[in-house]
């Protein structure tokens, strides 16, 4: 023990962050505890009507304090004494306005209930328009195509979008707005006490993927591009940053006030933040050509390549390919699915309406017998569902779903697309939908390694990491079964903060590399799913019929 050393990986996710203390000799995950935000899971500030989905950094800040002192409370004082480095993972592209001391707009009075002051979370499509403009103004300006690296798409869910479209429709954020900073950037320079946003650390990962930024340009898009997209980004180029950092580099230590209020030595080092399933791709022990899928509430899939043998290709319709974001020194390629385990909990959400309203009308049951009710079922469903899903075999004939319910990531983004349902019967019954929505994410799932295949990048294997890949076989297997390979499934139930601790194992010199702190850190995998034949060459058919109908809708 006297020689062991600790680093503290922090995921930051949609609804919680966690706390991950963990043993860099042996991988041993020692501590953990989970900070879900208040204020979000009351929904506040948030308008899924129109797709409006806005954080508070007051959460954030909470669930940093709470969630690191609750981990510290479970190990011995020789752990917390030897703890060497903490780094930090993030959703993503999440930015916020800042003024000119890096102080985030809604920690100020004046705009502390104001949602354009707070953190536009990955998942925000109030600015389709604005990347529709990028889009457009970057083939046609007569400059360079400066989405030629984000896969010669601009997405909704990302940074210039978001800050454009903030800009346009709140005048007080635009005219206190000194700058703008992603969360995975914010949290270490919290962490450090140096916010100043001129100054502060950019994560090579958020920059590369979200914000266009890359070596060949000398960093973002131009001022001329920006100016004529729109003129109310003049001069915030300047007021941004130019260079970034990947997830190894060091970015400070802990400030006097932040070793306090953790119970921490002041000597631990803060490591560059980056996004929550980059970092989860390392935790679940990524390696070259093998795609890496985060699968929760979406995915998000990830490919390393070395750079000397995929560096100078361009792959269309991904979310970016970029040096050194995943892994220093390797090429990281991104794709993903706006909703997957959101499709399923919108279902159970449509199919439990009769229970939580209809339900209020029947005199015969006391409230408590309401809400009781109401629990029991909400808590089953899934299961049920999955149970009864599970005896329906594939078919031609059966119901079919496109998955684009939050739009399209990848391939080829389009966030004005819709979700749907097609070969409905008076015979078609609840577990046959579930099926046929399951089914249609494991489509997505497909298209997007065809994607990468057909632009001319190898997939040697597939990973699965996440909720969805931890608790859903039934999910698994279908997805085993459209893809046609075998997924090995990552044994860590944290992969994302254990990547992070990997990173802050790095970040603190305890090991040379990310490869090496895999090799001592990793957990290994825990199950492998292999395709049934059978059912794959089903699967064949009714994935072409998939392709064929979304095609149909993106037309019309």
């Not at 889009?135 to 360079?144: E, I, K």
């Not at 970092?279 to 490919?303: N, Q």
């Not at 959101?342 to 029947?362: R, T």
């Not at 939908?433 to 997939?459: C, H, M, N, P, Q």
Request: hydrophobic residues 40%; negative net charge; aromatic residues 8%.
């Amino acid at each position: 023990m006297n020689q062991s050393k600790f680093t503290i990986g922090l995921d930051y996710g949609t609804d919680s962050v966690r706390a991950l203390i963990v043993n860099t000799s042996t991988g041993e995950e020692v501590a953990t505890s989970v900070y879900y935000y208040p204020r979000w899971k009351e929904g506040k500030f948030c308008n899924p009507a129109i797709n409006q989905f806005r954080q508070h950094p007051l959460d954030y800040l909470g669930g940093l304090e709470e969630s690191v002192k609750q981990a510290l409370s479970n190990v011995s004082d020789e752990v917390r004494n030897n703890i060497v480095a903490i780094s930090v993972d993030t959703t993503g592209s999440t930015p916020i306005a800042v003024n000119r001391e890096g102080v985030p707009l809604s920690l100020l009075p004046e705009f502390q209930d104001n949602p354009n002051a707070m953190f536009v979370l990955w998942k925000d499509h109030t600015a389709i328009a604005e990347a529709e403009e990028i889009n457009a103004l970057s083939r046609s300006w007569g400059g360079v195509d400066y989405t030629c690296f984000e896969g010669g798409i601009y997405s909704s869910e990302w940074f210039w979008a978001k800050i454009l479209h903030i800009l346009r429709i709140d005048e007080k954020v635009r005219d206190a707005a000194f700058s703008w900073v992603e969360h995975c950037d914010w949290i270490p320079a919290v962490l450090t006490s140096d916010s100043d946003p001129l100054k502060l650390i950019r994560s090579r990962c958020a920059a590369g993927h979200k914000a266009m930024w890359h070596k060949d340009f000398g960093g973002l898009p131009s001022e001329e591009f920006l100016v004529k997209l729109d003129p109310l980004l003049k001069g915030l180029r300047d007021r941004l940053f130019t260079d970034t950092y990947e997830c190894d580099y060091k970015v400070g230590e802990l400030s006097t006030e932040w070793a306090s209020k953790l119970g921490l030595p002041k000597n631990v080092v803060v490591g560059a933040g980056s996004f929550d399933a980059h970092l989860g791709a390392v935790g679940g022990e990524v390696r070259p050509y093998f795609l890496s899928k985060v699968m929760g509430t979406s995915t998000c899939d990830m490919l390393i390549a070395p750079m000397d043998e995929v560096g100078d290709k361009l792959v269309a319709g991904i979310c970016g390919q970029v040096d050194g974001s995943i892994v220093p020194g390797m090429l990281g390629m991104e794709a993903g699915q706006s909703a997957f385990g959101d499709i399923y909990a919108w279902y159970k959400k449509l199919l439990l309406w009769p229970i939580e309203h209809s339900l209020n009308g029947l005199s015969n049951f006391t409230d408590e017998q309401k809400k009781d009710i109401t629990q029991q079922v909400s808590e089953r469903l899934i299961a049920d569902l999955t149970e009864a899903a599970g005896k329906v075999e594939p078919s031609v004939s059966a119901p079919m779903a496109i998955d684009w319910m939050n739009g399209r990531r990848t391939p080829d983004a389009n966030q004005n697309l819709k979700g749907a349902i097609i070969g409905l019967t008076l015979g078609t019954d609840a577990p046959m939908i579930y099926r046929a929505l399951v089914e249609a994410t494991a489509f997505g799932s497909r298209a997007i390694s065809d994607r990468f295949k057909r632009e001319g990048v190898r997939i040697d294997g597939v990973i699965a990491l996440g909720g969805v890949a931890k608790k859903s076989p039934f999910v698994m297997q279908i997805v085993c079964d459209v893809m046609n390979v075998p997924i090995k499934v990552a044994r860590s139930e944290q992969t994302c903060a254990l990547g992070s601790a990997m990173a802050a194992s790095v970040v603190a010199g305890i090991h040379p590399s990310l490869e090496q702190a895999q090799l001592k850190m990793g957990g290994g995998f825990e199950k492998e799913y292999l395709p049934d034949q059978t059912r794959a060459t089903i699967y064949e058919e009714i994935y072409r019929k998939y392709l064929e109908l979304g095609s149909f809708l993106e037309r019309n």
